[in-house]
Structure formats: C-alpha cells, structure tokens
C-alpha cells in the first residue's frame, strides 16, 4: 500500500545502521541547528525550543530546496500546513485548516498588505528567492499581531532593514531552471557596510510558460491538452534599504517594488496585473536606563494594486492603500517577570472597481494595546499575554445602489472590540526532553469581505452573499435585503501540547492541538445559482440550460454562497522526527492531520487529508542527496456540494554539490518532482477539477553566497 512507502524507508535506513546511539549527531549540510536559531516574530527573540506554540523556521539550504514561484507553495512540505493552490500562479498557506483572513502573512514583521485575504485567485505580495528566513507560527498569534493571526502567522524575513552592522560587502546570487513550464528564476541579494553605515539591495525576475500536467486540465476530460492553459507568469521586484547602526540607536528605511503579471488557469485571456510599493522602516531605542529598558517602533506604508484584464479591456480593479505602526517597550525585569507592551495601528483603504467586483470600497481602522510577560523559574518558562484591539469598518455605500437599485441598502459604521489572551508554559524536563504548553483565547472581528460582499468573484466561481444580508424566498422569487444585525466576532479557544526531544543523534517535535471556534465564519452554499442578473433555483437553471445551452457571460451560472456562522470544532496534530543514523544518512518522518466540523455535524469545506512523509537523506564530502515520499490520503470527509478527492503519492528526489571557492560558497543543485508523473488533486483548491499539480519536472540551480 502506498502509505507504508514512509514506513519501508524508515526501515531499510534502520537496517543500515545498527549503532545508531553510539554516533554523535553532525548537522548536515541542509540542516539547521534549531537551539541557535533564533523566532524574529518574537519579541523575546526566543529559539523554537523557548516557543511554547508550535513553530517551524525555514532557512538555508533547506529554504532553497523547497523554493517556489508562490508562498503557498514553498510552504506546503511543512507539518501542519497545507497550500489554496489556485493553480501555479496563486496560493497562500493554510495552516491547520485556516485560512484566508485567519491568516496573517507578515513582511519582516508587519502585514504583507494585499489581497489574498480576499480571493483564492489573488497572490500574496511577498518574494521568498531573497527570504533569508519564513517562520510560521501554528495556531492563534493574536497577541502581537491582531486578530487577523487567530489561525497562524506565516513571517517572511529578509535583508531590506539593515539593524546589524557590517565592514565591506556580502550577498548571494540565485538561478534555478525548471522545465516543467520553461521557469527562469533570478535573484540576487547584495549588503555592504562601513561604520555605522549599511546599505541592501535585492532584485529577482521570474518568467514561466504554462505548466505541464501530467492529465487533462478538467477531471471530466478525456483528452486535452498537456499544459494547463493560462497558466504562465512574468514578475519582478526589488528593494532598496540602508541603516544607521549606533551601540544605543538604530534607524532603518527601506522601498520595495513587486511587478507581478499572471493568468487565471482554465480563463484563457483573462489575466492578472499586480503592482506594489511598500516603504517600511523601523527605529530602536536601546540600553535605556530606568524602567523602560528598550524602546522599538515599527512602521509600513504599502500601495497595493492589481486588474483582471480580459483581453485589452479592464474588468476588475483591487487597491489596497495600508498603513501599519507597531510602538512597544522592554521594560525591567519586575519579581521576576520579563516583558513587553505597545501600541499597534492599522488602517486600510480597500476597494474594488468593476462590473465583478463583489465587495464594496470599504476603510478599516484598528488600534490595540497588547502586553506579553515572561518568567523562567528552574526548568520552567511561563508566557502570558493579552491584547483588546477595536476595529471599524466604514463602507462606501454607493457600491449598493449601483449593484441592487431596488433594494435600500446602507451599512452604518460598523464597530467591534476583539479580546485575546494567552497562558503558555515551556518545561525543560532534562538536557533532552521538553514539554510545551499553550491556551489561547481569541477573537476576531468579520472581514469587510465576509460581512459586505454581494456580487459574483469570478476566482472562487461563485456569487458571494455576505454576512450583513438575507435571501428572502416569495413563490420562488428570491430578493436579497439587508439584515438588521452585525455579524458576531469569531471566538477560539484553542489548545496545543508539545513535545520536543533533542538528542546527540535525534530531533522530534509531536503536537497535538483543539480549537473550539464559536460563531465560525464560513461559505454556506445555497441551492440557488445567480444567472441572468438574478437569483433562480438550480433545478431551474439546469432547465434554462437545456432549453438554451450554457450561457455565455462567465458570470452566469456562478452558485450562490452565503457567509453564514455556526460554532466549529477543529483537532488534530503534527508529528516529525529527523534521525541522524551516522554521520552520512539521516531519516525525516512527518505526518499531519486536521479534522474540521461545524456544530450541526456538517464537515467544514476545503480542509486538508492526513498526510505522511518521509525523506533520506545522504552525505559524503560535498555531496547531499535526498529522495522524499509524500502520501496525501484520499478526503472523504467533505461538505455540501463538495466532492471527494483521491489520494496521491508525490516522490522527489536532489542532489547538491557544495563548492568553496576562498570567500565563496557556492551549492549547485538538481531535483526531480512528481517523478511517477502523478495525477495529484489539491482538495483545499477552488481549482481541484481543473488544475491538477504539475506533471513530473527537471530543475537546475545554483546559489553563491560571499
């Protein structure tokens, strides 16, 4: 059976070494040692090991194999994370089942400011080829960044604030080559110093044809073409940022430009052309005396805009205009307790302009006041927190009259005030074994998007109602009318147990985690199907399409789905154990598993199969080698109107070779993907049926850091 392909591994690698626990552990070349390295999404500036939440960093060597054109993708081997997927072009990370606005994606430690909180379709604003570091962060991180983070936090570090200082010049340069849609990527990431003086630069170009699929685009299909159409993409990007490095003051500034231009699969000419500019800057205050021992302001401006094009013609825009001001404080040690509080600020401008758009402009305003606290006593760490956070909607409701003349609809100011709290211990039962504890109570205000949308979103395929309406039913003609309440705030109470042991030849992490969500957000879907500007029922559009064929207006025939609340429950756990069977080969299991419910007994849509994993790893002189299997297990366990997927079994397999060159140390590397040439479904994809994973693949790249 497929999923055992882990389990033979494992043993066959067990049998090649018999005396295992005699050899000391040699980080390889791919590795990192997690007790140096170091969360900068924390202001404790603690190690994985001091985490009492389950965190996983990528960095290095291991970064640069799991590269990718999208977040979501490079992301999608870590435990407990999963990949949207919208085909190659567009994806965010789902973490633990969560997504969308859930989900805080951070750029150096402030929001990437975009619009993939809103669309499955729509990319996220940050470029991993110049990512020195991604940490995620599983389960709710409210605390510091606001309730957008009530399922996760996924940070993308990189060099554009300059806080360290530096003598003379340093970076690296990146090209990898992947066959499988004629992908060139190029990077490259440059840092120079002189006194208190220093000075980056980055930029990266990527260029990709369509993809190569290993079946028919639609899974109805019986012949096709082998590439999924619409499926290329042409970015670039850079940044610039310098900094002023004093022993008790720090100032940094930093521009950056993303240029992004990529088709929607499955919607030949209709493409998607994405530009953003963020300033972002940063001012630390330290070795202050008295109370207060260190003061850290952290700022970002980002103009974010992005159109649908259809051919030459301009259907939909989005802009997204965001300013964000993180102001906190170290203060003393009090009775033992170590910590910070601040302020933090976020506003946004957000609209969409178009016959599609399907929320209205809306101005989001949020202000929170946040302490965290930390005391180590003996072989414990206790970590507490709390934030209240108040946001404001304001909507533009002009986009209603436009949209439905019949109807009066307009929105007052919309208010709420989100309260989180947390209690984590750390206890370190000897030099090997450590035990992680976290209770976190959290809430989250609706997203304009989920309160306010009314119109079709052509990237999801489905006409979108939000929480703020009702459908009226009067002989089968269906109205939509305002209701007269808000929508409730989404309240976690999530709990995560850890176990971590750490040997001279073995790294284990095992976590299990409950999230009860009550008034959990979600998309209903209705037997309703908007055709013809209105709402019928869907026996009655099947019947229109019988008599008249499908239509042709895209946005005809969309299902309705409205955003509606019932309490959820979410468990699951993430396990991965690295084994060092000598100082050459070395073992990784993983395995992953989150089961999602709403309180009728419904399962909640788009979660993710169980999922097991294995890699062997293989080292002699300057040569790394690893072959990996991962099985993703058939989902059966769906919503209303979702179907089943079948599970897939991906096999990998690279090899580096690592040169130094005097002051240059260069790795050149070659890795094979979906070697069987899999037909492989993502069943957390809109695009399931008709976006298959790409077929087998070829990439070649090389990497030199002086």
């Not at 990237?459 to 003609?477: A, L, P, R």
């Not at 957390?684 to 008709?690: G, M, P, Q, R």
Request: glycine fraction near 8%; hydrophobic fraction near 35%; charged fraction near 20%.
């Amino acid at each position: 059976m497929k999923v055992k392909y882990s389990a033979i591994v494992l043993a066959v690698c067990t049998a090649l070494t018999p005396t295992v626990n005699a050899v000391d552990k040699k980080i390889q070349k791919d590795e990192n040692d997690i007790e140096k390295i170091v969360i900068m999404a924390s202001p404790f500036q603690r190690t994985i090991l001091e985490s009492s939440v389950p965190v996983t960093i990528l960095s290095g060597a291991e970064l640069d194999q799991n590269q990718a054109a999208t977040l979501g993708e490079t992301l999608k081997s870590v435990p407990g994370v999963h990949s949207s997927y919208f085909g190659p072009v567009a994806s965010s990370p789902i973490i633990r089942g969560l997504d969308g606005p859930r989900i805080k994606v951070l750029q150096n430690g402030l929001g990437a400011s975009d619009a993939s909180r809103v669309g499955p379709d729509h990319q996220v604003s940050t470029e991993t080829s110049t990512a020195s570091q991604i940490e995620i962060l599983r389960g709710p991180a409210t605390l510091l960044y606001g309730s957008g983070a009530i399922g996760g936090v996924v940070n993308v570090v990189d060099n554009r604030l300059p806080v360290t200082r530096q003598e003379g010049v340093s970076g690296e340069v990146f090209g990898q080559y992947d066959n499988v849609a004629d992908a060139k990527t190029l990077s490259a990431d440059l840092n120079a110093g002189s006194g208190n003086f220093v000075v980056h630069i980055d930029a990266y170009n990527r260029s990709t044809g369509d993809y190569k699929i290993p079946v028919p685009a639609n899974i109805d299909e019986q012949g096709g073409s082998s590439k999924l159409s619409n499926s290329a993409m042409d970015a670039d990007g850079y940044n610039l940022g310098t900094g002023w490095i004093q022993d008790d003051t720090v100032v940094a500034f930093a521009y950056g430009r993303i240029n992004s231009e990529y088709g929607l699969p499955g919607e030949d000419g209709i493409f998607i052309k994405l530009k953003q500019d963020r300033y972002q800057a940063t001012v630390d205050w330290k070795n202050l005396d008295g109370f207060i021992k260190s003061v850290h302001w952290q700022n970002a401006y980002t103009d974010y805009k992005h159109s649908e094009i259809d051919g030459v013609e301009v259907g939909t825009t989005f802009k997204n205009q965001s300013t964000e001001s993180r102001l906190w404080a170290e203060h003393a040690p009090t009775l033992g307790w170590k910590g910070v509080f601040g302020l933090h600020y976020n506003n946004t401008d957000f609209e969409a302009i178009g016959e599609e758009a399907f929320t209205p402009p809306t101005k989001t305003d949020s202000l929170a006041v946040f302490v965290m606290e930390e005391l180590q006593t003996g072989a414990f760490i206790w970590q507490l927190g709390s934030r209240v956070e108040q946001v404001t909607h304001v909507v533009n409701n002009d986009f209603f009259a436009e949209r439905d003349s019949q109807q009066p609809i307009a929105f007052a100011d919309t208010d709420y005030v989100a309260v989180s709290g947390s209690a984590g211990v750390v206890f370190k039962i000897d030099s090997d074994n450590t035990l992680a504890f976290n209770y976190a109570y959290s809430e989250r205000a609706p997203s304009a998007s989920e309160f306010l949308s009314y119109g079709p979103h052509i990237g999801s395929g489905t006409y979108e109602i939000g929480g703020g309406f009702e459908i009226v039913n009067n002989n089968e003609q269906y109205t939509v009318v305002q209701t007269a309440n808000d929508m409730d705030k989404e309240v976690s109470n999530n709990v995560d147990l850890t176990y971590r042991l750490t040997t001279d030849h073995l790294n284990a992490s095992f976590s299990v985690f409950y999230n009860q969500i009550n008034n959990y957000i979600f998309e209903n879907f209705t037997d309703l199907v908007f055709s013809d500007g209105g709402l019928v029922s869907s026996q009655e559009f099947d019947d229109q399409v019988t008599n008249f064929g499908e239509p042709e207006d895209e946005a005809d025939g969309l299902p309705v789905v409205v955003f509606a609340q019932q309490d959820a429950k979410l468990y699951g756990y993430e396990a991965q154990i690295d084994w060092h069977l000598n100082g050459q080969w070395r073992v990784e299991v993983f395995t992953d598993y989150t089961r999602a419910k709403l309180a009728s007994g419904i399962d909640v849509p788009r979660i993710p199969p169980m999922r097991l994993g294995s890699s062997v790893h293989f080292e002699y002189g300057n040569w790394h080698t690893e072959m990996e299997v991962i099985r993703n297990s058939k989902q059966d366990k769906i919503a209303i109107n979702e179907t089943e997927t079948a599970g897939y079994t991906m096999v990998s397999a690279s090899a580096n070779y690592y040169i130094d060159l005097d002051n240059v140390d260069m790795t050149i590397y070659i890795k094979g993907d979906n070697l069987t040439n899999q037909e492989a479904r993502v069943h957390s994809s809109y695009l399931k049926n008709e976006a298959p994973l790409s077929s087998r693949s070829l990439s070649v790249g090389v990497r030199a850091r002086f």
